[in-house]
C-alpha cells in the first residue's frame, strides 16, 4: 500500500544498470533507497545513457538493467510508492541536458576533479559525453525537481555543478524554474571485497552477489582473505584487521560476533570454522531477498511492467517542466 503520509521532499538517485547487485551495492545504496520511502518522494533512476559514456560493449544493457531493477524490487523498492525507471525511456532528459549545455561554461567542466579521473581512467575514450557527464548529471536531477539527492561526500562537485546550473539558468532567462537542489551527504559504508583489499566491486571480482545460491555464497565466502598473520590453526588471530570480522558484525547475532571476538584471538576457532559461520547467518539473512527475487522472476513483465509504471510517472513531471523551462526561455511554442 502507498505510504500516503506528508513525505519530507523528492529525493533522486541514479544508478548504473551493472545487472545482479552484490552486498557492496546493498549495504552502500539499496538500502538506503529502501529506508528513504517512508521519507521521501523517491525517484531511482536506471542511468543508462549515463552508462554509455565508458561501456565497452551494449551487448548486457537490457538484461543489465532487468537484473538491477528486479534486485531493487526484490530488496523492498515499491513501485507504487517509489518511481524507478529507466533514464532513456523518458528522454526528455537529453534535451534538458542540451538546453543546460547553453548555460555552462567549459573549463567548468575540464576543471573538474572527477573528470580529470575519468580522463586518466579511460584515456583512449575521453569523448564529448564524458565532458558533459555532470550537465547530463544536473539534468537529471533538474528535470525532476528533486530537492535532495543523498550522495557521497565524493560528489559534492557534481551537486555544487548542479545548484550553479541552476544559478545560471535561472539568472540568464530571468525566472525561477529551476530548484537548486540540496545534498544529503549520505554514509556509504565501504564494503572490503573478499580479497580483503578492495572495495567490492564486479570489475574486479571481489564480490559477492545477492543473488547467488547458498552454495555459491558458501564457495565465495570461503575464498575470503583474514588475517594474513594467522597461518597456522593454532596461531591466534585479529578480527580487528579481518575482513570476515566485519562481515559478522553486519549479518552475525551478537553472541556469534562476541564469541568470534574472543575465539579468534585465543586461536579457540579456526579460520575455516569462522567462514562458515558467516556463510550460514550470510545465507540465512538473504533467504526472505532470494524467495521474493525468484517469485518476481517468474514473469518478466512485473519487473519491466515496474519499470513503465515509473516511466510514465516520471514522464509526466519531466513533460511539466520542460514547457515550464521553454517557455522561460521563450523557445516558440509548436503549437502556436
Ligand atoms: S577466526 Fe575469523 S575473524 Fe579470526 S582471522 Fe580467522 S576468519 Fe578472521
Known amino acids: 500500500m502507498p505510504n500516503k503520509t506528508k513525505k519530507k521532499g523528492r529525493v533522486f538517485s541514479g544508478a548504473r544498470p551493472t545487472g545482479r547487485q552484490h552486498l557492496g551495492n546493498y549495504l552502500g545504496a539499496i538500502k538506503n533507497y529502501v529506508a528513504f520511502q517512508e521519507e521521501y518522494d523517491c525517484i531511482y533512476c536506471i542511468v543508462d545513457y549515463h552508462a554509455l559514456t ?8 537490457r538484461q543489465n538493467t532487468y537484473e538491477m531493477a528486479l534486485d531493487f524490487l526484490a530488496a523492498g523498492i515499491r513501485p507504487e510508492e517509489a518511481i524507478m525507471f529507466v533514464q532513456s525511456h523518458v528522454p526528455e532528459v537529453a534535451e534538458l541536458h542540451l538546453l543546460l549545455s547553453m548555460v555552462t561554461p567549459l573549463g567548468k567542466l575540464t576543471d573538474l576533479p572527477t573528470f580529470k579521473e575519468q580522463v586518466r581512467q579511460h584515456p583512449h575514450n575521453v569523448n564529448y559525453g564524458l ?16 530537492d535532495t539527492v543523498p550522495v ?7 551537486i555544487e555543478f548542479a545548484r550553479e546550473a541552476v544559478r545560471s539558468f535561472n539568472h540568464r532567462y530571468n525566472t525561477s524554474v529551476l530548484v537548486e537542489p540540496q545534498m544529503r551527504v549520505t554514509e556509504f559504508p565501504k564494503v572490503i571485497g573478499i580479497d580483503g583489499q578492495q572495495k567490492m566491486s564486479k570489475s574486479l571480482n571481489n564480490h559477492i552477489e545477492l543473488a547467488s545460491t547458498p552454495e555459491e555464497t558458501r564457495a565465495r565466502v570461503m575464498q575470503m582473505v583474514t588475517d594474513p598473520a594467522r597461518i597456522r590453526r593454532s596461531d591466534p588471530g585479529n578480527p580487528d584487521i579481518c575482513n570476515v570480522f566485519t562481515f559478522h558484525k553486519i549479518y552475525s547475532s551478537a553472541e556469534d560476533v562476541a564469541m568470534v571476538n574472543v575465539e579468534c584471538r585465543r586461536a579457540g576457532i579456526g579460520c575455516v570454522e569462522c567462514k562458515q559461520l558467516i556463510a550460514r547467518n550470510l545465507n540465512q539473512s538473504l533467504e526472505p531477498f532470494r524467495l521474493r ?12 511492467g515496474a519499470l513503465r509504471q515509473g516511466r510514465d510517472r516520471a514522464k509526466a513531471i519531466a513533460m511539466q517542466t520542460m514547457a515550464e523551462v521553454k517557455e522561460a526561455i521563450g523557445l516558440p511554442p509548436s503549437d502556436a
Open 152 to 158: 557521497g561526500i565524493d560528489q559534492e562537485p557534481h
Open 131 to 146: 565532458v558533459g557527464y555532470p550537465v547530463l548529471m544536473a539534468a537529471d536531477i533538474l528535470l525532476y525537481k528533486a
Open 54 to 61: 565508458t561501456v565497452d560493449t551494449t551487448e548486457n544493457l
Open 293 to 304: 527475487r525468484s517469485e518476481i522472476d517468474k514473469d518478466p513483465d512485473n519487473v519491466w
